[in-house]
């Protein structure tokens, strides 16, 4: 059964501090893996990876996938309290338009 | 340039009901999937729309089905309410192989 572990599942730190929030996947034919930002309701889109080792950055915000080792990272520089939410990690797979979804981790940033 | 809107955005309804909800893609977007997400968890896939053909199902009973229109919304019907339904409920506008973007949502309710 295709699986995606994230952890922790909940993380509070100061305003100012960088945080690497982890996604681990189990999966047949993989295509790429996705990172979404749920504050409220709708999980807004971050980033997509296909391909090993190439970072994505956006502003503070970046991530890499290792299709060796199966994981992914979100890290997040100089955290604000706007960066609190739930942040979602999803693979898709090969042939399918579907998502599996991990748990998400619940990041509380505190001033 | 409109997102994906869902409609209603909350929704109380009785342990053995019907209910249906609603999706509009966004703009150029012509496949639509939909998701359950309960409580602390992340969301689950219950199927996917394209050419208003059903063309991939998740883990979910009989009791949830789909269409999808011309226009290329879509509709979220669940038969037969139990508790455990009650959820948020996301629908999600793609173009193949890119990313998912999420609407609001639709939180039901069922007492």
């Known amino acids: 059964e295709d699986k995606v572990v994230q952890s922790p599942l909940s993380l509070v730190v100061h305003e100012g501090d960088t945080v690497t929030l982890n996604c681990s996947y189990e999966?047949?034919?993989?295509?790429?893996l996705l990172w979404y930002k749920q504050e409220k309701k709708a999980p807004t889109f971050l980033f997509m990876l296909t391909s090993s080792g190439i970072e994505k950055k956006s502003g503070r915000l970046s991530s890499i996938l290792d299709k060796k080792e199966l994981f992914s990272i979100l890290n997040i520089t100089a955290t604000q309290t706007g960066d609190s939410a739930i942040y979602l990690c999803?693979?898709?797979?090969?042939?399918?338009?579907?998502?599996?979804f991990g748990q998400g981790t619940r990041l509380t940033i505190n001033p | 340039d409109a997102g994906v809107t869902q409609s209603p955005t909350h929704l109380i309804k009785t342990r053995g009901q019907q209910v249906t909800l609603r999706c509009s893609p966004k703009s150029g977007h012509d496949t639509v999937s939909w998701y359950q997400q309960a409580l602390g968890q992340g969301p689950q896939f219950i199927f996917q729309?394209?050419?208003?053909?059903?063309?991939q199902r998740g883990n979910f009973p009989d009791r949830f089905s789909g269409h999808q229109f011309p226009n290329y919304s879509s509709e979220l019907n669940v038969n037969a309410l139990l508790l455990g339904d009650s959820a948020l409920y996301l629908c999600?506008?793609?173009?193949?192989?890119?990313?998912?973007?999420f609407g609001n949502g639709t939180r039901l309710t069922v007492t």
């Open positions: 999600a506008s793609s173009l193949v192989g890119g990313p998912l973007h």
């Open positions: 999803a693979v898709r797979i090969q042939g399918a338009q579907k998502l599996v």
């Open positions: 729309y394209y050419e208003e053909e059903e063309r």
């Open positions: 999966v047949t034919n993989f295509r790429s």
